[in-house]
């Protein structure tokens, strides 16, 4: 196991060919734009390069990697993994590449620390702008690596407005977007478009929103019964847990979804004051991330989880 600046990560993969790249399970647009944007950069260079078909992606991001699955006859010599940060996160069909990683590449710093070679950098905002260092060390990043790894930029700050956003996510975007890419479209696709079903679904969500830690804090939750009754998917739900973040002196944002019956997955999202620690919450009940953005599986009845995660929650405040 090793610790790889980007570099030296781009050094190795310069050694590798017939490259399998992994994304994670409930595939966001960070880890679809940093896979898409390194297969981009890699069949560039020559070298066979192909995703691990995520049967999770919405349609929103399926755009950026249905070209570039791995059909059944590939057979990869090298497995890279992008912002993945644990074992749990690898859906079914990744699960039996788990310990094929040779490199694992990661910004959350509850990175679980697989795979031969890691190159991990928790202080950026997106995976994306560890990415685009590699495929620019790899050589000159074009149009069409550019695209999908602005989208995962893009997306994994909100447009640039949450809390993780710094100077180098500023530098890698204007890098980007020197290419000629269509970031508007981009921005338009991911930010300003909503689905009717999203927006009576949020309605919904805010309608029937429970405050506490004098109104600090806020649950938002979304029961199996809510997403029939509205009809909405797994399309309509990109980025559901930020919604809690817009509402005036909420500095804790718990958006509650119930994946399966009794099995809910907590997506916290906490203010950049401090008071809340989301990554030390979500750990205590058994999953990670950030330190304003974390998440876990909690189990039980709605009024069960609501409790178990205010105590949580209660534990990691100051
Ligand atoms: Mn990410």
Known sequence: MSRLTTQAAAALLRQQDN?????????????????????LALRQMGKRAFLLKNPEVTAVNAIYVEPLWAGADFAPEFVVSVDIAAK???????A????????AIDHHPSFEGFG???CVNPERAACGEIVFEICRELGKINRETALPLYAAVATDTGCFVYTNTTANTHRVAAELMETGIDYISVNKRHFRTKTKRRIALEAELLGKAEFFHEDRGVFLCLPLEMMERT???ENDLEDIASLAGIIEGVDCGAVLRELKPGEWKLSLRTGANGRVNATKACETLG????????GATVHGSLEQVKKAVLEAVGQAAR
């Open 287 to 294: 999953g990670g991330g950030h330190a304003m953005a974390a």
């Open 231 to 233: 009809g909405a998917n």
């Open 116 to 118: 031969v070679h890691q």
């Open 19 to 39: 490259i399998l790249i992994l994304t994670h399970r409930r595939p966001d647009g960070d880890t679809i734009g940093c896979a898409a944007g390194l297969c």
């Open 88 to 94: 749990s996160l690898f859906f079914e069909g990744a």
């Open 96 to 103: 039996a590449y788990f310990d094929r990683i040779g490199l």
